[in-house]
């Protein structure tokens, strides 16, 4: 086959600060995923755009590109409506695990297309499997059965869905290209407009812990992907969320799904319970229902969540009643001064975690479903010297050595107070054409 473009030029293009036309867009996505242009050559284009970016219809050409290497989803056959919730990442992030039963409640099919974590970030795929018996990977058929009895699924994305992306996405995770806006909103959109919800509600994380470190970034890539989404059709809104500090009191995989059913019992840390109601209620709205925060509240106390949460974790082969496995060897980290916490660092948190076992340094690593952090402080809180502030978890405890490095200088215990502020801070809507 001759191919229509050459790769170089397309690079060059990139490389001078031009833009690239539909044709070209279209051809380098298809001759990278048939193979015909080398991984270098795509890195070179990835750096590219990483330091000269793309125009708003680049990104929505390269995004329908992405997902035209693949499969699209269709739920038009369900009877409820579809809206789905994707976070860009962060340290203690389980909050899928409650969120999507939560919304199932309220007759809304929530199709969670889930990928399990790499580097200090976990995935919800690796939190879920620390479940005995439970299965991340469904056949399409499987997922729609799921969504027509139970109404809620977490999988696996299965290997037809833009495809393009996964391998893209490999390539910038060892050349330094992840960070890159227009790749990073290209990346998420296309797996969710293939995925074919109706309505899409996005956790944009910001802070320490999150890939956005400012909130500029943050609104940037937000804004970027609400209107992604909203020109293809799907009700896209997002909220900026603060990942300055871990959410919640946990980070590491069974350690989350205690914290997550701790949730869906009715308790649980009160910023965990926050962010699922604050992002229930626009999955909710994005699917034309207006529950309320006070509705969403009353089903996690009164049990209907948690009654989803048992369907669905039956339903791919999980017992919810077994015990959660839990790690070998524990270690205290105690305060040095009375006081309060005046900080604790997400990306501390999340390093030790990772550190421990709880995530991975290449993808096909194993995780230990028992190992991570578990905070007994949050910011803000008082303390007194010698009170245990953390324990790390770990079936290794040569781990523990620099788990503990990551944590030096990750928190901090002062005379004051410091103020808190809420979890969510900013809402970003499609904007007016
Ligand atoms: N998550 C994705 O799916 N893609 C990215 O590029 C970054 C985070």
Excluded at 21 to 35: E, K, L, M, P, S
Aim: glycine letters at 10%.
């Amino acid at each position: 086959m001759t191919e229509q473009h050459d790769v170089v030029d397309i690079i060059r293009t990139k490389r001078d600060r031009g833009t690239l036309a539909d044709d070209q867009i279209d051809w380098v996505i298809d001759a990278y995923t048939r193979g015909v242009v080398a991984d270098e050559q795509m890195s070179a284009l990835a750096m590219a755009i990483l330091i000269n970016g793309m125009t708003r219809p680049e990104i929505a050409r390269w995004t329908a590109a992405m997902i035209a290497s693949g499969e699209r989803m269709d739920f038009s056959a369900l009877s409820r409506p579809t809206s789905d919730k994707h976070s860009t990442g962060g340290v203690g992030d389980k909050i899928t695990l409650p969120l999507a039963p939560l919304v199932a409640v309220f007759d809304i099919a929530v199709p969670q297309l889930s990928g399990r974590g790499l580097g200090h970030t976990g995935g919800t795929l690796d939190k879920l499997e620390s479940i005995p018996g439970w299965r991340a990977d469904l056949s399409n058929a499987q997922m729609l059965a799921q969504l027509d009895d139970v109404g809620a699924v977490i999988c696996a994305a299965g290997a037809g869905l833009a495809p393009a992306d996964k391998k893209l996405y490999a390539l910038r995770d060892v050349t330094g290209t992840v960070e890159a806006i227009p790749l990073i909103a290209s990346s998420i959109m296309s797996k969710k407009i293939a995925e074919g919800t109706g309505a899409l509600v996005l956790d944009v994380k910001v802070g320490s812990g999150a890939f956005m470190k400012t909130r500029e970034d943050a609104t940037e890539l937000a804004r970027t992907m609400v209107d992604l989404g909203t020109d293809a059709g799907v009700n896209t809104v997002a909220l900026i969320t603060d990942m300055s500090v871990p959410l919640g009191l946990t980070a590491g995989n069974a350690l989350e799904v205690r914290e997550s059913v701790e949730v869906l019992a009715g308790g649980g840390p009160q910023d965990v319970v926050d962010l699922t109601v604050a992002l229930a209620d626009e999955m909710t709205r994005a699917a034309g229902k207006d529950v309320g925060t006070d509705e969403l509240r009353a089903a996690l106390a009164d049990g209907r969540a948690m009654d989803v949460w048992r369907r669905m974790i039956s339903a791919q082969g999980g017992d919810p009643d077994a015990p959660l496995p839990t790690a070998a060897e524990t270690q205290t980290v105690t305060a040095d001064a009375d006081g309060y916490l005046e900080h604790l660092d997400a990306m501390a948190v999340g390093m030790a975690a990772w550190r421990l076992g709880a995530g991975r340094a290449r993808k096909e690593d194993p995780v230990q479903a028992g190992a991570g952090v578990e905070l007994h402080a949050r910011p803000g809180d008082k303390v007194t010297k010698g009170q245990p502030l953390m324990t790390l978890h770990t079936d290794t405890p040569e781990r523990f050595a620099r788990a503990q490095e990551s944590l030096d200088g990750g928190w901090r215990i002062a005379s004051q107070a410091p103020s808190r502020g809420s979890v969510v801070l900013d809402r970003i809507t499609a904007q007016e054409a």
